[in-house]
């Protein structure tokens, strides 16, 4: 499958996540007080970062190496199914012990039964991501896009039925772990052979996931030590907030996920032909259309913040947007280093990966600091900000040295032009009540026409769109 084609299934999958995940938010935020909403989203945030040890581990190297050796794919699944099981049981045990510790260092003692619950999610969830990685590295989009909505689905409905009739994070907590219980299910029922393979380069396996992990975690800790700050400094009240201001600013994030995510096998397979001329093409193809998807919905979450937080989580958290108007470019500037880290990934450097995001996650604890006791909320997002922007940038020059790629700074002007037109058009007509949302709408129409006057967007884009290409990214472009 093209990359173009299976980015698109990705993003339309993670858009299931995304959407179910929204949904999951607004009615909790309507059940729960703000002080419990803000306990829920530091717990998952929490949780996130120690799923990273077996989402982002393995799952990355059976990407890598399915992709690569398609021979062996299904020994090297099992391969790694067996060191997922080793990591999982240690890691969950741990965890279940080490709860009151993690609630005693935030200073919250009632936190440890909900780290516990959510700590239950772990093996199921690592096993999910392995499987969906393993349909990855065979470019099979398709089957793990709807793997990623059923996964939304599941978790969901789980989680809301048992809160309708239990109303209490406990509740929601379980129905997390349920949810990726059915979803590991699927994606076992999903492989065309379930023969048990014996062992084939466990080692290999495990010396490119381990930098590989070791990236991840220093990724995910720099999304999420503003969050870790706030419920520190700030408490229950700034957290639930600052959980609103993140679950909103994430959608640019989540948005590119998809394309992230098509880049790993597909750059992997054409460094190992020696395709390098498809790989610079690739790498300016993906940057130009990050900016144009990533820009537009920035603009209109930056200019109408607190009107999108009051009218999804009712007015209580509009305070919220206080942190959004950083948060939202914070959020931007993590989805373009993900791409940019997944390309140095792609070429067998986890451990440049590891280094990059390392150095911004260090930066960003400094920063988070010195500013959240200072500015609160807008201080933690801000410290995210900088922080992520810096390390943006490192990728981004590693990324174009390593591949001698020349910069599309024709496209990037003709994307900030119409970025301009855009801002000065959400900012110019203000309107009350919800009609933002017309205004924002036009106003992304009106930048896609600038960028298909300008020449940007090309036939072989809106053919795209239609569905009716079976061009690869990695298609030379005129304009750049």
């Not at 500013?371 to 810096?390: E, Q």
Request: contains cysteine.
């Amino acid at each position: 499958m093209s990359l173009k084609r299976g980015t698109l299934m990705l993003m339309a999958g993670w858009a299931a996540i995304l959407v179910t995940g929204y949904l999951l938010n607004l009615v909790l935020a309507r059940w729960f007080a703000t002080e419990s909403f803000g306990n829920y989203g530091f717990v998952m945030a929490v949780l996130m970062w120690f799923e990273i040890f077996v989402i982002n581990g393995m799952p990355i190297a059976v990407q890598k190496f399915v992709s690569a050796r398609g021979k062996d794919a299904y020994s090297i699944l099992w391969t790694s199914m067996r060191v997922q099981f080793a990591l999982v049981t240690v890691l969950t045990v741990i965890l279940l012990a080490s709860a009151p510790l993690f609630a005693t260092a935030f200073r919250d003692p009632k936190l440890t039964p909900y780290f516990r619950l959510a700590f239950l999610n772990i093996p199921f969830y690592g096993f999910f991501h392995l499987l969906v990685s393993f349909q990855n590295g065979l470019r099979r989009f398709g089957k793990q896009a709807f793997c990623y909505a059923f996964y939304g689905s599941a978790k969901l409905g789980c989680s809301l039925v048992l809160c309708y009739f239990h109303r209490s994070l406990e509740s929601v907590l379980i129905g997390n772990a349920l949810g990726s219980a059915a979803s590991v299910g699927l994606a076992y029922l999903m492989l065309e052979d379930k023969t048990i393979r014996p062992p084939l380069r466990v080692m290999e396996l495990v010396r490119y996931a381990t930098p590989a992990l070791a990236y991840s975690l220093m990724a995910q800790l720099l999304m999420s030590i503003d969050f870790w700050s706030v419920k520190y400094f700030l408490g229950e009240k700034a957290c639930g907030y600052y959980n609103t201001a993140s679950i909103l600013s994430r959608i640019p994030f989540y948005l590119l996920a998809g394309l992230s995510a098509a880049m790993l096998p597909t750059i992997s397979s054409e460094i190992a032909e020696g395709a390098l001329v498809r790989v610079r093409n690739t790498i300016r193809n993906a940057m130009r259309y990050s900016l144009m998807l990533l820009i537009p919905v920035s603009v209109w979450l930056t200019v109408y913040s607190r009107e999108i937080a009051a009218l999804l989580f009712k007015s209580k958290f509009a305070p919220s947007g206080a942190a959004m108007e950083f948060l939202v470019w914070a959020f931007s500037s993590m989805a373009l280093m993900t791409l940019f880290l997944t390309l140095i990934n792609a070429d067998g450097r986890p451990r440049r990966s590891f280094l990059i995001s390392g150095a911004a996650a260090v930066l960003s604890f400094v920063l988070n600091l010195l500013l959240v006791p200072r500015m609160g909320i807008r201080g933690a997002a801000l410290a995210s900000l900088i922080s992520i922007t810096l390390g943006t940038a490192a990728g981004m020059t590693d990324v174009f040295i390593r591949f001698r790629t020349a910069f599309p700074v024709a496209s990037i002007a003709r994307i900030g032009l119409a970025t301009a037109g855009l801002l000065a058009a959400v900012l110019c007509i203000r309107t009350g009540g919800s009609g933002f949302i017309a205004i924002g709408i036009l106003g992304t129409l009106g930048y896609g026409g600038l960028l298909l006057l300008s020449g940007e967007i090309s036939r072989d884009d809106l053919i795209l769109l239609r569905g009716r290409s079976h061009a690869v990214l990695s298609t030379p472009s005129e304009q750049l």
